[in-house]
């Protein structure tokens, strides 16, 4: 289901001298300032917020879902990854949504399904990082989200939008019951509604922690859930036993002088970013204006060869060969860097040969879904937390399950274990393999070292090009990040080039089209939320096109 169209909202940069908080909904931002004002650290407020946002802004994460976090903890100068993306349970086979006939099932039919299921893991990621980095109490990041839920919220526009395009939504007595009208019309915007089925499961989450989730009767209820689906799900209570986060080290490199950070594998959209910034660099882009066709068309052919490789080679690198380092190389940069013509566009690119590749994988160009979000959050201790969030499709699989949505990010994998050729895609599916995403959280140091930028967003596929706009703004054409996250998305994922429909952009086509590109325009609604290291504090920026706030002390 596609975002809904909006229109851009005038946004002013945030400012404070203390600490930030910028999340894609004010509730959700109010509920992060809260825990930073009773002394908690950027952590702490990750998990409030977290929780704010499952309750506030349910058809794009919670803790049905996955998540990609990085944090920068500003005593040990360390970047920390924490994977909290969803397994595959262990019944999962390469062929569970091919047909009798061998083809793939509909894609709608495998997203509204139990099998879309992956085993979830952002409360296990945020227990983890938690207990490594929490100041405050477990219980009490839980109060803000509870005292909402059982007190009353009111819905957004988005909420509504989405929620009243579901027919499933509408007929499910518990989603109806907070979406819709006794008549079946949605609710309107700005109803006040509660969700008393939540607020339980958080109190038990919030006293007997993640396993409370993992182990016993939430995780026996959401497998029962998945079987009584018509077409039913696969996961069983041992799948969510035996979920483990995945922590390790970001992956970095360099742009200008800064050090851009992000997730190692599976997120392609980490390393795609760095992949387009290194190609770019050769180019005199600050000299560039924001808004002219030479910045657009060599940020599109960036694009084209970082999707060209992420078709290839990005998947769970416990289960595929994939060569990060070798693709991020500034050697294997500089060589697909000069495949980029001033004068005309590549069309559609190849994937490159980097030169640790070892296995012959074929090409799939499944990609992700918009039930997204991302919030950054700098505390005054100048520790960071970079996060986007996800249960996939708006609402997941649309299957609800003690207040919340269940995720649908099996469909992440491809849908097919092979290509046309019979040669094996890296991305196919495996029993404890995470699928392939585009979720890309982003940590920036300056030339000395010190944290200057915290940065993600939403919308599945889109996430790479618009952080990476979003960061060319900021360091090469010097703006503040609320404007560079107001530039116009766009770009190319190796098809046509995107322009967004009424941000500005749109007299750039019959240029791009005249040097060889297939302009497309349309709505990228994004959902870019950052923080700025700025003389004397912090500033905040949050996406026009969509509802959220910044706000710091």
């Not at 819905?155 to 929620?163: E, P, Y």
């Not at 993992?214 to 799900?233: M, N, S």
């Not at 980029?340 to 590749?357: E, F, M, N």
Request: aromatic share 6%; hydrophobic share 45%; charged share 20%.
């Amino acid at each position: 289901m596609p975002e809904p169209a909006g229109q851009m909202i005038e946004r002013k940069p945030s400012f404070s001298k203390r600490d930030m908080v910028a999340a894609a909904h004010p509730l959700a931002t109010e509920a992060g300032i809260e825990v930073l004002a009773k002394g908690g650290s950027a952590i702490d407020a990750a998990v409030a917020v977290q929780m704010v946002l499952n309750l506030v802004e349910p058809q794009s994460s919670g803790i049905g879902g996955g998540s990609f976090m990085l944090y920068y903890a500003a005593k040990r100068n360390a970047t920390i990854a924490y994977d909290g993306r969803e397994i595959a349970p262990q019944a999962a086979t390469p062929t569970m949504f091919l047909g009798e006939d061998g083809k793939p099932m509909r894609f709608a039919d495998a997203v509204r399904s139990g099998k879309s299921f992956g085993v979830p893991g952002t409360l296990r990621s945020l227990e983890a990082a938690h207990a490594a980095h929490g100041k405050l109490p477990w219980a009490a990041l839980f109060q803000p989200a509870i005292r909402l839920a059982e007190n009353g919220y009111p819905l957004s526009a988005r909420t509504v939008q989405q929620a009243g395009s579901s027919a499933v939504l509408r007929d499910t007595p518990e989603t109806r019951a907070i979406f819709f009208n006794a008549d079946g019309t949605p609710k309107a915007v700005g109803t006040i509604v509660k969700n008393p089925a939540l607020a339980a499961t958080m109190k038990r989450i919030a006293v007997g922690g993640a396993d409370v989730f993992y182990q016993g009767e939430i995780a026996r209820d959401i497998v029962a859930a998945l079987r009584a689906h018509p077409r039913p799900g696969i996961a069983t209570e041992a799948d969510f036993a035996a979920y483990r986060v995945r922590i390790s080290e970001a992956v970095c490199g360099g742009y200008r002088g800064s050090r851009i950070c992000s997730m190692p594998m599976p997120s392609s959209g980490g390393v795609a970013i760095l992949q387009i910034l290194g190609m770019l660099e050769r180019f005199d882009l600050p000299s560039m204006k924001p808004d002219s066709v030479e910045a657009a068309h060599l940020f599109a052919e960036a694009g084209r060869l970082a999707f060209a490789d992420r078709e290839k080679f990005a998947a769970d690198d416990r289960f595929a060969d994939v060569p990060v380092m070798a693709l991020i190389s500034s050697a294997y940069l500089r060589e697909r860097s000069a495949l980029i013509r001033t004068d005309h566009s590549l069309g559609r690119a190849a994937p490159g040969t980097p030169a640790a590749v070892k296995l012959s994988q074929a090409e799939d160009a499944t990609t992700s879904l918009t039930g997204t979000s991302h919030f950054s959050i700098v505390d005054a201790d100048g520790n960071a937390v970079s996060m986007t969030t996800s249960v996939d499709a708006s609402f997941g699989s649309q299957i609800f399950v003690r207040g919340f949505f269940l995720n649908n990010h099996m469909t992440d994998f491809s849908l097919t274990p092979t290509d046309a050729a019979g040669v094996p895609i890296a991305n196919a599916i495996a029993p404890g393999k995470r699928p392939r995403s585009t979720m890309a959280p982003v940590i920036i140091f300056d030339d000395k070292a010190k944290l200057k930028m915290v940065i993600g967003s939403a919308l599945g596929a889109t996430i790479v090009n618009s952080v990476s706009k979003t960061i060319i703004g900021v360091l090469d054409w010097q703006l503040d990040v609320q404007a560079a996250i107001a530039l116009p998305n766009g770009g190319s994922r190796n098809g046509p080039t995107d322009i967004e429909r009424g941000a500005g952009a749109e007299r750039l086509s019959a240029a791009l089209r005249n040097i060889g590109h297939e302009v497309r325009i349309g709505d990228i609604p994004s959902g870019l939320h950052g923080v700025l290291r700025v003389p004397n504090g912090w500033q905040g920026g949050v996406d026009p096109r969509r509802e959220g706030a910044a706000k710091g002390r």
